[in-house]
C-alpha cells in the first residue's frame, strides 16, 4: 500500500520560512517524480514545484520561483520543499504527490499518489 505523509507545516509570519517533507513507502520511490501542491480554501489545486526521478530536474510555479526549493532524498524515500519569504497568499494546504514520469509534474493530472496534506498559514 503506497502511503505518502506529509509534515513540517504550521503558522508563521510573512518574511519566515517553512520546510515541508514527504515520507513515502509502498512504492520504488527513485522511479517517481515527485510533486508539491496547494489548495486554498474555494481555488483548485495547483502544482508549486515538481522534480524528476530521472535527472532531479527541477521545475517551479512561476509565483513561487526564487523563494521555495524542491528536492529528493532517494536513501530515505523522502521529498523537502524548502518555503522561504513566505507571503500570506502561500497560505493552504500543501500537499505531496508520486507519478511514473520521466520528467516534473505539471499538474495533478500527471500524479498517481497523492498524500493528506499539510496546512501552511501564513499571516501579515
Known amino acids: 500500500q503506497v502511503q505518502l505523509t506529509e509534515s513540517g507545516g504550521g503558522s508563521v509570519q510573512a518574511g519566515d520560512s517553512l520546510r515541508l517533507a514527504c515520507a513515502a513507502s509502498?512504492?520504488?520511490?527513485?522511479?517517481?517524480?515527485m510533486g508539491w501542491f496547494r489548495q486554498a480554501p474555494g481555488k483548485e489545486r495547483a502544482i508549486v514545484a515538481g522534480?524528476?526521478?530521472?535527472?532531479?530536474?527541477?521545475s517551479y510555479s512561476n509565483s513561487v520561483k526564487g523563494r521555495f526549493t524542491i528536492s529528493r532524498d532517494n536513501a530515505k524515500s523522502t521529498v523537502y520543499l524548502q518555503m522561504n519569504s513566505l507571503k500570506p497568499e502561500d497560505t493552504a494546504a500543501y500537499y505531496c504527490?508520486?507519478?511514473?514520469?520521466?520528467?516534473?509534474?505539471?499538474?495533478?493530472?500527471?500524479?498517481?499518489?497523492w498524500g493528506k496534506g499539510a496546512p501552511v498559514t501564513v499571516s501579515s
Open positions: 504527490a508520486a507519478g511514473l514520469l520521466e520528467r516534473p509534474p505539471a499538474g495533478p493530472n500527471d500524479m498517481l499518489y
Open positions: 509502498g512504492l520504488t520511490f527513485n522511479r517517481y517524480s
Open positions: 522534480i524528476s526521478w530521472h535527472n532531479d530536474e527541477t
